[in-house]
């Protein structure tokens, strides 16, 4: 079965220190890659995808992920985290033979001062 | 451009009643989805419509029904409410399928007392 996987639940980061997410999916086939954040109360806003080509994407907000197919992982990074940045934060996948996304449960990212 | 806009914010139902959920979207997106989000869980997938007329379950589609008459609308329904719907439901919409980013609404906290 399809699945996405975010293994940690909650990070905490100092504010201007680097940052990695981590996603993980399971299925053979060549996925399209998401990752979404959500600030409180709100909805979802894309960060970033990938669909094919580089396998490093640039987003939004300073965020990149790189996909690396051998380890079925999509991690999300930033080089410097700003306050702002606290929120949840998604992964999603989807596969051509689909007709829908598959999100992964979420990290929480806190950021300290 | 008011891309998915999602009514009512906030509802509180007592047990066995009824309510709809409104959910439209302005960009002619042909795919629209219904998700609830419950804390730590991620979002699951409630139903889903690939166009007008068309209309299918996803992964927790119980207690739920869809309708969609225009391009434009996806309500959900939830008939005879009981607390295990208590959640906060996104309504999304995508041009295609899953190789499409999904643009999200601000979501409805539904609570069941």
């Known amino acids: 079965a399809q699945s996405v996987t975010q293994p940690d639940i909650h990070i905490t980061v100092s504010e201007g220190a680097s940052l990695e997410l981590r996603c993980n999916y399971s299925y053979g086939a060549t996925p399209y890659l998401f990752w979404y954040v959500q600030s409180p109360g709100q909805g979802l806003q894309l960060l970033l995808k990938?669909?094919?080509?580089?396998?490093l994407v640039q987003g939004i907000k300073g965020f990149e992920a790189e996909f690396k197919r051998s380890q079925s992982s999509f991690n999300l990074r930033k080089p410097s985290v700003h306050w702002s940045d606290a929120a949840e934060y998604f992964c999603a996948v989807g596969w051509q033979a689909g007709t829908a996304l598959i999100f992964g449960k979420g990290t929480t990212l806190s950021v300290s001062s | 451009n008011a891309g998915v806009t999602q009514t009512p914010k906030f509802r509180i139902l007592k047990i066995g009643q009824s309510m709809t959920l409104q959910c439209t979207q302005d960009m002619n997106h042909n795919y629209m989805y219904w998700y609830r989000q419950d804390p730590g869980m991620g979002l699951k997938l409630i139903y889903y419509s690939v166009g007008a007329g068309i209309t299918d379950k996803g992964e927790v589609p119980n207690g739920y029904n869809v309708s969609r008459s225009t391009t434009e609308d996806f309500p959900l329904r939830l008939e005879l409410a009981a607390p295990s719907q208590t959640s906060v439901y996104f309504c999304?919409?995508?041009?295609?399928?899953?190789?499409?980013?999904?643009?999200f609404g601000d979501g409805t906290r539904l609570s069941i007392l």
């Open positions: 990938y669909f094919s080509g580089d396998t």
């Open positions: 999304a919409s995508s041009l295609q399928g899953p190789n499409q980013p999904q643009h």
